[in-house]
Each structure stands twice: as structure tokens, then as C-alpha cells.
Nanobody, 115 residues
């Protein structure tokens, strides 16, 4: 059974940082493609960043480029999203998604950026 468990969300002031983690089990982690998405209240789910677990190749949405860094640790079956210079508009529930032969989703972790 595949499980994706996100953690690391919380309340942070504008300009602050958070690191999200997504721990995977029951999946061929090293060949998966991992994406982070986010969904703010009243808005559609938005793609944030992607990493190919095999070679570490990354892509970012324009809204987070230069502020967020996606990385992975294949030995720990974990993908990270380092979020720096956070803005109030980054407030959302952040979801981890992994794809091998189909999509798998985590339960989400809340990130709130507010003073």
C-alpha cells in the first residue's frame, strides 16, 4: 500500500522559511516523479515544483522560482520543499504527489504566512 506523508507546515511570518517533507512508502521511489502542489482557500490546486527522483531534475512554477527549492533523499524515500522568503500569498495547503504508473497523493500540510 502506497503512503505519502507530508510534514513541516505551520505558521510563519512573511520573509520566513519552512521546509516541508514528504515521506513515501510502498512505492518505487527512485523511479518516481514527485510534484508539490498547493491549494489556497477558494482557489484551484496549483502546481509548485517537480523533481525526477532518478536524476534530480527540477522545475518550478514562476511564482516560486528563486525562493523554493525541491530536493530528494533517495536513501530516506523523502522529498523536501525548502520555502524561503515566504509571502502571504504562499498560504495554502501543500500536497505531495508522486507518479510512477499512476498518481499518488498525500494528505496535505497547512502553510500559513502571516504577521
Amino acid at each position: 500500500q502506497v503512503q505519502l506523508v507530508e510534514s513541516g507546515g505551520g505558521l510563519v511570518q512573511p520573509g520566513g522559511s519552512l521546509r516541508l517533507s514528504c515521506v513515501a512508502s510502498g512505492i518505487s521511489f527512485s523511479i518516481a516523479t514527485t510534484r508539490w502542489y498547493r491549494q489556497a482557500p477558494g482557489k484551484e490546486r496549483e502546481w509548485v515544483a517537480r523533481i525526477k527522483n532518478a536524476d534530480g531534475g527540477t522545475l518550478y512554477a514562476d511564482s516560486v522560482k528563486g525562493r523554493f527549492i525541491i530536493s530528494r533523499d533517495n536513501a530516506k524515500n523523502t522529498v523536501y520543499l525548502q520555502m524561503n522568503s515566504l509571502k502571504p500569498e504562499d498560504t495554502a495547503v501543500y500536497y505531495c504527489n508522486m507518479w510512477t504508473s499512476r498518481d499518488y497523493w498525500g494528505q496535505g500540510t497547512q502553510v500559513t504566512v502571516s504577521s
